[in-house]
């Protein structure tokens, strides 16, 4: 009983291979049976996707060497106009504090010119005076 | 109602008779076969995906629009290991297909007729076959006629039949195509093929 119910879904299922075996062999021979044209196109088509990639591939070393040049003279470049726009300021700024301090200026010379005066003060002479 | 349905004409007389098809040999499907780099993958399947593609557009050269857009797309998939990449390619060309359609839909309507399979040499590509001519016109036709009665199928249907039969992925890899779950695919496919069987009787 079960055997008969199951020789039409086998035969079915024979009968699906079958075509479906006849239909992809002409879709085979289709495929096989472009034209030259259409093959070239098809290959052309593929060259421009795969050129930029390519491009870009070959491309790659000579962009990071220009980049890695580009940086470093921009660093330089900056760098230096970094330590020329520095050094004036840092100038100028002890200028102002020289000419700031304009009234003590004169007694830091004149103890940096006398060393006795030191001496003097660490003597005992000095202590006494402090202590009058 | 399929809107395809009403543009196709009835195949010639001709066509009828359908050459036997050679016994060739096992042809290894490059699809199938491992490519490991993107690269070789799309240059075999290119030709393939033509065909599919002239199968929904019946336009050369929105066929080849198609398969250029779609290899386009894929190359952001390289990191993608090699066996995804024949299930994505197909997605990627179904979905071009459809808005292609879309486009040549809204835009032709109303201008001129869509082209035919049966029209000949506009619609099928097919070489020259200077060495049999009379077998190569017999194929031709045949395939002419096989073209005709899938582009008729909807859409959905189509493309279960052209994944799952011609091009030969399995149901997982064809529902991962065509973006829905493996039971739509056998629905779909079963129905392109009885709808194909009552068309394409002699085919068996």
């Given at each position: 009983m079960n055997e008969d119910r199951q020789h039409p879904t086998r035969d079915n299922q024979r009968s699906d291979d079958d075509f479906d075996r006849a239909l992809r062999a002409r879709h085979r021979e289709a495929v096989a049976s472009l034209s030259p044209r259409v093959r070239a196109q098809l290959q052309q088509r593929l060259r421009t996707v795969q050129a930029p990639v390519a491009g870009m591939r070959r491309r790659h070393p000579a962009w990071t060497l220009a980049a890695a040049c580009s940086l470093a003279v921009v660093l330089a470049v900056g760098l230096h106009r970094r330590d020329a726009d520095d050094n004036p300021t840092r100038v100028s700024a002890a200028n102002a504090a020289i000419t700031g301090s304009n009234d003590n200026g004169e007694l830091i010379a004149t103890l940096d010119e006398a060393p006795d005066l030191y001496l003097w003060l660490a003597s005992d002479d000095a202590n006494r005076i402090l202590s009058e | 109602m399929h809107a395809d349905a009403d543009r196709d004409p009835q195949p010639s007389?001709?066509?009828?008779?359908v050459a036997p098809v050679p016994?060739?040999?096992?042809?290894?499907?490059p699809t199938q076969a491992?490519?490991?780099?993107l690269e070789d993958f799309l240059s075999g399947v290119g030709t393939r995906a033509f065909r599919f593609a002239e199968l929904g557009l019946r336009q050369r050269e929105d066929a080849l629009d198609a398969v250029q857009d779609a290899m386009m797309r894929m190359?952001?998939?390289?990191?993608?290991?090699?066996?995804?990449w024949t299930p994505l390619f197909w997605s990627i060309l179904r979905r071009r297909i459809v808005d292609l359609q879309r486009r040549s839909a809204f835009r032709l309507r109303w201008l001129q007729p869509a082209p035919t399979h049966a029209d000949g040499d506009d619609v099928i590509d097919w070489a020259d076959g200077r060495a049999d001519p009379s077998r190569h016109q017999d194929n031709r036709e045949a395939y002419a006629r096989m073209a005709t009665a899938l582009s008729a199928l909807p859409r959905r249907q189509r493309e279960a039949f052209s994944l799952?039969?011609?091009?030969?992925?399995?149901v997982a890899q064809t529902a991962q195509a065509m973006g829905c779950s493996e039971g739509s695919v056998k629905t779909h496919l079963s129905r392109a093929r009885d709808t194909l069987k009552r068309q394409l009787e002699d085919f068996r």
């Open positions: - | 007389a001709n066509a009828g008779a016994t060739a040999p096992a042809v290894l499907d491992a490519a490991t780099t190359l952001g998939y390289r990191e993608r290991p090699p066996e995804e799952r039969v011609l091009e030969e992925l399995d």
